[in-house]
């Protein structure tokens, strides 16, 4: 079918503008027949069984879902003029010197791209060439809509290398667009020092530390589309994971990958990850830290193997009219092997009665007789082999095995040894010690030894990426619960030291990496912000000195130096003036966050109820009618607004255990506005914000 162009305004074909958006209304238009392509297949002649067409038909909803038109998505964002054409395997089969670039591939009715995937190795120059290194890039045009239209383009020669490189205007005008919404994808203007860690091998492991809003999330998700293009079966066979702070989070940033046309990529947090047992207790600080420490690893390891018995007594098998004994000393040995070898506790069970079995058919051949294979089957079958082993090897149960460390001193003691001090051992055994698995008022932090003990047992599963955000506030026991899902895959490591918020947060990443099991891995640093005003960033950073020395602030790309202000107000009149925060800024244009103090937040629901200001819960999407998001500061972490009040600043640093902590919490909380700041405060602020 030959693309058609339809309310195309009277063109003048010689003006370049009018000549692309021709070619934009033909892509949409070629978009749409290959989704008309996709839905009118029919698969009743093809597939044998309704289990086969239930499986075809889902892969082809996805494929229509993924060749949506989004109205709001220009299909094409860049052109790349190259001096010479290369070669077709690198271009998605297309052949010639000019390629546009979007979010996916489109192609006309006779196979001929007309879009060229942002991840095609063609592609990357439009994010890496300049002047000093062309790619063979003659030309690099970046497209400017407003709306669904095409209004507007840039060109950057670069074969110039006299004149000077301009900094690009639609890429100021991105970043500094307003926020409204859910996190959307940056594809058209992924920087270069992103784009070397988005298209970074699989085969490492990648850490990257940022400053706020340097785009680490935005590089991390980008990474996963980017892999899935590079190496789509391998992924679809192994799985993807992204790993975020918390729901509201997740929620935050969903729409991301979906909108690359990537829709199945799973997200958790590491809670749902380890979510063995129902959690519904909390441990203290001090427990938190201990349990959260890698030395747990080993006190798990010891506990595990602990019910190994070394054997009494021979083992006896009777068939038929004879007996086969193999001595204690014998079996022994082979336990002793078992114990010496790097495999798993469950598996090693699951070998002992083939073992034994094999023992005792070389006495059978020994005897002169010829047994085979199912003899070997039938005798580990045996009663007498199966109680041996149960006598041996008993199986474990890791909840009952975590349960029994967390109640019983005496098994805890023995287990700790020269690991954990008595203090410490006192500090994580449960005062009142539940009685079952069901009954046990479980932590967070005891699941992940669940999940520890787990994988003592039997292996888990290891999918071929996984993406970690906000990675410094894992536990050592965390980092390794997710290291073992992807054991055999890749990892891409995301955050930043100085937004640790728990007592346990990673001080240094080569540390956190080992934990993880990759402590191979590179680590890479963003310092371009895209996000917070220079400004505020300024006013934030005054804190790094106290809460990560050594980390560099980070730039501001943004232009406009950002609205900030910081007002005082007597302590009956703080409530109104944070409405009348939140009102002025509802005033501008885009997302407003109300952030403060957890348990500040019931309050200022009311006055804004009171005040007839309508809010959101943080996770829930803003939108053009409600654009005002009451904010806990505990969940503040990766979120962003347009302009942000925040509430009483010694109240956020307040609601932290202790003194770091509580200014990292602030600095997290003072690192979310996109346009603007308001400090509202009745207590003295932070002697640490004052210092210049
Ligand atoms: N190259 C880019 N072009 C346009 N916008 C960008 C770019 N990189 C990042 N951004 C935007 O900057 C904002 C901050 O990005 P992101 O949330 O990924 O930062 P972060 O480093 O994860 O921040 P935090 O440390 O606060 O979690 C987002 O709105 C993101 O879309």
Redesign the pocket.
């Known amino acids: 079918m030959p693309p058609h162009v339809t309310n195309a305004p009277a063109t003048n074909a010689n003006d370049p503008l009018e000549r692309e958006r021709t070619h934009l209304a033909s892509s949409r238009a070629a978009l749409r027949a290959m989704r008309a392509d996709v839905e009118a297949l029919d698969i009743k002649d093809v597939t044998a069984n309704w289990v086969n067409a239930a499986v075809l038909q889902r892969q082809i909803d996805e494929r229509i879902t993924a060749l949506a038109d989004l109205a709001h998505a220009p299909l094409f964002f860049g052109r790349l003029d190259y001096l010479h054409a290369p070669g077709v395997e690198r271009s998605e089969g297309a052949e010639g010197e000019q390629f546009y670039i979007g979010r996916r591939h489109v192609h006309d009715a006779v196979g001929d791209p007309m879009v060229i995937d942002w991840r095609a190795p063609v592609s990357q120059p439009f994010y890496r060439a300049s002047k000093k290194e062309p790619m063979d890039v003659r030309m690099r045009r970046r497209f400017g809509y407003t709306g669904g239209d095409l209004t507007a383009y840039e060109d950057e020669d670069l074969t110039d290398t006299a004149a000077e490189a301009q900094a690009s205007r639609l ?1 100021q005008t ?2 500094e667009r307003p ?1 409204v919404g859910p ?2 994808d ?1 594809v058209a ?3 270069p020092e ?1 784009d070397e860690i988005v298209r970074a091998g699989i085969g490492g492991t990648v850490c990257v530390q ?10 991390g998700l980008h990474r996963v589309a980017y892999l899935l293009y590079a190496h789509r079966e391998r992924l679809a066979r192994t799985g993807t994971l992204v790993i975020g702070p918390n729901r509201s989070f997740l929620h935050y940033i969903e729409q991301v990958l979906p909108a690359l046309g990537e829709l199945n990529v799973a997200q958790a947090t590491v809670d749902d990850l380890v979510a063995h047992v129902e959690v519904r207790g909390a441990d203290g600080a001090a427990a938190a830290r201990i349990k959260g420490d890698a030395r747990m690893a080993e006190v798990l390891r010891r506990a595990v193997r602990a019910g190994v018995r070394m054997p009494v007594e021979p083992v006896v098998v009777v068939r038929g009219s004879r007996r086969w004994r193999v001595p204690a000393y014998e079996v022994e040995e082979i336990v002793r092997e078992l114990l010496g070898r790097d495999i798993r506790y469950g598996a090693a069970r699951d070998a002992l009665p083939q073992r034994i079995a094999h023992a005792v058919l070389v006495r059978m051949e020994q005897a002169g007789e010829a047994p085979d294979d199912r003899v070997q089957d039938a005798v580990a079958r045996n009663a007498a082999v199966k109680a041996a082993v149960k006598e041996i090897w008993p199986a474990v149960e890791p909840a009952k095995l975590v349960l029994r460390l967390l109640a019983d001193a005496q098994f805890l003691a023995e287990h700790a040894a020269g690991l954990l001090s008595e203090e410490e051992q006192q500090e994580i055994l449960w005062a009142k010690p539940a009685r079952s698995v069901k009954a046990a008022k479980w932590s967070a932090a005891d699941a992940v030894l669940i999940d520890e003990a787990m994988d003592l047992v039997a292996r888990t599963q290891s999918l071929g990426h996984v993406v970690l ?2 990675a410094q506030d894992l536990s050592p026991m965390q980092y390794r619960a997710v290291g073992r899902r992807c054991t055999t895959g890749s990892a891409t490591v ?1 955050g ?1 030291l100085a ?1 640790g918020t728990t007592p346990w947060a990673t001080a240094s990443w080569p540390e956190a990496l080992t934990h993880l099991g990759k402590p191979e891995a590179a680590v890479e640093e ?1 310092t371009q912000g ?2 917070v005003p220079r400004t505020v960033i300024a006013y934030a950073s005054r804190l790094l000195p106290s809460i990560a020395p050594g980390l560099s602030e980070a730039t501001s790309m943004r232009e406009s130096p950002g609205d900030f202000s910081v007002r005082e107000v007597a302590p009956d009149a703080l409530d109104a003036a944070v409405v009348e925060a939140c009102r002025e800024a509802l005033g501008r244009e885009g997302s407003i966050g109300l952030i403060a103090a957890d348990d500040r937040i019931p309050v200022l629901a009311e006055a804004l109820e009171a005040a007839g200001l309508a809010h959101l819960a943080p996770g829930a999407e803003t939108s053009a009618q409600s654009r005002l998001t009451l904010v806990p500061a505990t969940l503040a ?2 979120l ?1 607004y347009d302009y942000v009040v925040l509430d009483e600043p010694a109240a956020v640093v307040a609601g932290e255990p202790d003194g770091r902590t509580g200014l990292r919490r602030l600095y ?1 909380a003072l ?2 506005a ?1 346009s603007g700041l308001t400090v509202v405060h009745a207590a003295p602020l932070p002697a640490e914000l004052n210092q210049l």
């Open positions: 890429l991105e970043i926020r996190m959307r940056i203007t992924i920087q992103q940022g400053a706020p809003g340097t785009g680490k999330t935005a590089v955000d906000e995301l930043d937004q963003l895209f996000r972490k990766g962003e997290v690192t979310r996109v």
